[in-house]
């Protein structure tokens, strides 16, 4: 369909083939492999950066699916206008239309003459955003909108979050260059500062925690105790009012 548009236009047109693995979550690979097969692409036609038409209405539907699933300013941020591309990071990543709606989009599309694909898993339940959509269109209270400018604000929040924690990281975390150890002297009381930090923290050392996992940790560090996350033994020492937590990685388990 895209192809006969297209070409109706003079516009020119590659149809990309990708394999995607069915284990896991089938839609996070899927995004996976769209942008790697997009980086690729731009490479190799020397191009830049590359526009997505994600919009307003994604933006809500995202918000809502986060905040379903307890996550934190991070999850609920918006995305960005423009940022490196996922798993091409050489490559710009540019969303042009996140201030207009779907209904202006489709209204736009029927202006033209056009008549917008649906893709199956946007009705199928077995997804979440699916499942999302369906409750958003029986809910005429909500304003996809409105949503979107709360996702917006939460943004401008993260980035502000953001600076915070960065200056923190850089005065108060260390780590040897071969990642076997590292501590991080809390300064900051605010515990999304010194979640985030511990975030960052073991994202340098090449792991991802989930958010609930980190935020165990967390309080086990802040009560003086001890844990194991990521093959990292985690202790607080030192007195509460100036705390160092030490990260170790742990040597191979022995058999028997």
């Given at each position: 369909m895209v192809a006969g548009v297209c070409a109706n236009r003079g516009i020119a047109h590659q149809t990309i083939p990708v394999s995607v693995s069915q284990d896991g979550n089938l839609s996070?690979?899927?995004?996976?492999?769209?942008?790697r097969a997009l980086g690729d692409w731009a490479r190799?036609?020397?191009?830049?950066?590359?526009?997505?038409?994600?919009?307003?209405?994604?933006?809500?539907e995202t918000l809502?699916?986060?905040l379903n699933r307890g996550s934190g300013l991070k999850g609920l941020a918006a995305m960005r206008a423009s940022r490196p591309m996922p798993m091409a990071a050489?490559?710009?990543?540019?969303?042009?239309?996140?201030?207009?709606?779907r209904a202006e989009l489709a209204a736009i599309c029927d202006a033209e003459g056009l008549t917008p694909v649906i893709d199956p898993s946007n009705t199928d339940p077995r997804y979440d955003r699916a499942r999302i959509r369906a409750a958003m269109a029986q809910a005429n209270w909500l304003d996809p909108m409105r949503l979107a400018g709360s996702a917006r604000h939460l943004r401008d929040a993260f980035d502000a979050l953001e600076a915070v924690v960065d200056a923190e990281f850089s005065a108060r975390v260390s780590?040897?260059?071969?990642?076997?150890t590292a501590a991080y002297n809390p300064q900051s009381q605010a515990r999304a500062v010194r979640y985030r930090v511990l975030e960052k923290l073991f994202a340098q050392l090449g792991s991802a925690p989930r958010g609930?996992?980190?935020?165990?940790?967390?309080?086990?560090?802040?009560?003086?105790g001890v844990a194991t996350l990521a093959g990292y033994r985690c202790a607080a020492h030192g007195p509460a009012n100036a705390p160092e937590w030490r990260l170790t990685r742990e040597g191979p388990r022995k058999s028997g």
């Open positions: 996070a690979n899927a995004r996976k492999e769209r942008y190799r036609e020397g191009i830049a950066a590359v526009a997505t038409a994600h919009h307003a209405d994604d933006l809500a809502l699916m986060r050489d490559i710009g990543l540019v969303r042009p239309l996140l201030q207009w709606s780590l040897t260059a071969d990642g076997e609930g996992e980190i935020e165990r940790l967390l309080g086990t560090l802040e009560s003086g």
